[in-house]
């Protein structure tokens, strides 16, 4: 008989395991964090000083890691909280929020601010 429990996604490698595709083969990993900050390492080593939000965010890592869903936000907002960078785009497509006001938009303190904020109020940044 099937069972009617819901799968909790933060469990063990025992019970789900957690890969991603990283240089075109599959790695497995015993965290979400290692499997984020393998992702996040490959993202950043690859994007250079890029200026297109399009091709940051079409990199391969970092569609991975929007496709964590809310296990990757507390990591994300740890990220975005020791460097700005361009977590906006995996924020939103995450959360389907846009705390950003028109006014902030393209000025990446500003946007930093209202991200960490958002992630405050709503229990994502822990410690803060």
Known sequence: MASNAIHDPRTSVDERP????IDG??????TIEEKFEALAGKWKSEKG??????RLSMHPAYQ?????????LPLIFHELRARTDHWFWALN??????PVPESSRGI???????WLNWGKVHGYCQGD
């Open 49 to 54: 000083p890029q200026s297109s939000i399009t």
């Open 108 to 114: 990446m303190s500003d946007m930093t601010s209202a």
């Open 18 to 21: 957690i890969r991603a595709m």
């Open 64 to 72: 991975q890691i929007i496709g964590m869903g809310d296990l990757a």
């Open 25 to 30: 083969k599959i790695v497995a990993f015993s």
């Open 93 to 98: 497509a995450i959360t389907g929020a846009d």
